[in-house]
């Protein structure tokens, strides 16, 4: 026991045996019972019982399978989380419009979501309609980035996001969701800062772009490669963690009441910041080894429903 927990001797006398029965004052007991108290409270609450929790999930490979079905028992697993009064967000590498549907799926509406890779963060106006506003913008000039990229990928597909939340596009994509977004010429991308950059090259593999990143050098800004050729730009110094500390002080909640859980790359930055302040950063199994290694826990993977494993334990 360290020093700072130890019994005085006062506070012996003043406690039974373990297994006796003595009978003491009124006055006597009730100083009895808030001394128990107190120690309970000194010594720590269980994770179910200590206040709220910020749980954040990331969605593709984390709480949606590839063909975009929920992972399994995710959906009742968020739903009982949410119930037991703690706050289930979303913090995505995905523009807003294609995060509030998946929102619809999981029956829920937080306060806050964290879109674009930490570059945006919208706030709840109304719940019912899953109404939300931009509270928050990060934004880049995108004209040198791109620029180089072209150079190496000519014939790769370019997006950026506005901070009005329009997005703009080179050619399509199957793999984009591009509701009221608009195609333009390369050069009209650059025309204005932006949120964020996507680029897709599907002749290219995942280690490609990993060795085209590291000959070309991206360091004025913030990226990550995802499971194919994709790479996703956002300013620099700005990721999920970034915007996970804005909203963390907004919601008033300690540091250390955080879960967050991911597979990819564009995670590893609210790993760290999570672990950082002393909460827990889960990977799912079929993250890459870098992911892995950053998180504090890898669950099982998202088609064994990993998310519902982990919530389902909370509070046990």
Same mark, same amino acid.
């Given at each position: 026991m360290s020093e700072d927990r130890a019994t005085t001797a006062d506070e012996t006398e003043a406690l039974p045996d373990p297994g006796s029965v003595e009978v003491v004052e009124p006055d006597d007991a009730a100083e009895l019972v808030e001394e128990i108290a107190d120690e309970t409270v000194a010594g720590g609450s269980p994770e179910g019982t200590a206040g709220p929790i910020l749980i954040v999930l990331d969605i593709d490979g984390?709480?949606?399978l590839e063909d975009e079905s929920p992972s399994p028992g995710v959906v009742d697993a968020v739903k009982a989380a949410s119930a037991a009064g703690n706050e289930v967000m979303l913090a995505t590498g995905r523009s807003w419009e294609g995060t509030r549907g998946i929102l619809r799926v999981l029956g829920i509406a937080p306060e806050y979501v964290v879109c674009s890779n930490g570059a945006v963060v919208l706030k709840r106006v109304d719940a019912d309609d899953l109404a939300y506003e931009r509270v928050h913008t990060e934004t880049f000039d995108a004209t040198t980035v791109l620029t180089l990229l072209r150079e190496h990928l000519p014939d790769a597909h370019y997006l950026v996001e506005l901070p009005g939340g329009e997005r703009l596009y080179t050619e399509y994509l199957d793999d984009?969701?591009?509701?009221? +977004?608009?195609?333009?010429?390369? @050069? @009209?991308?650059t025309a204005q800062p932006v949120c964020r950059v996507v680029v897709v090259s599907p002749e290219h593999e995942e280690g490609d772009f990993l060795s085209l990143v590291e000959r070309i050098g991206l360091n004025q800004v913030s990226y990550a490669i995802g499971w194919t050729a994709w790479l996703d730009i956002a300013p620099q110094g700005v990721d999920k963690g970034t915007a996970l500390e804005l909203v963390r002080g907004w919601l008033g909640l300690p540091a250390d009441r955080v879960l967050v859980m991911g597979d990819g790359r564009n995670d590893v930055g609210m790993f760290e910041w999570a672990l950082r302040n002393?909460?827990?950063?889960? +990977?799912?199994a079929q993250g890459p080894d870098e992911v892995r290694a950053v +998180?504090? @826990?890898v669950t099982t993977s998202v088609q064994e429903g990993g998310v519902a494993a982990i919530l389902g334990a909370l509070g046990r």
């Open positions: 984390t709480v949606l984009w969701n591009l509701l009221a +977004a608009h195609r333009v010429s390369f @050069e @009209e991308l002393g909460g827990r950063a889960i +990977a799912m +998180a504090g @826990e």
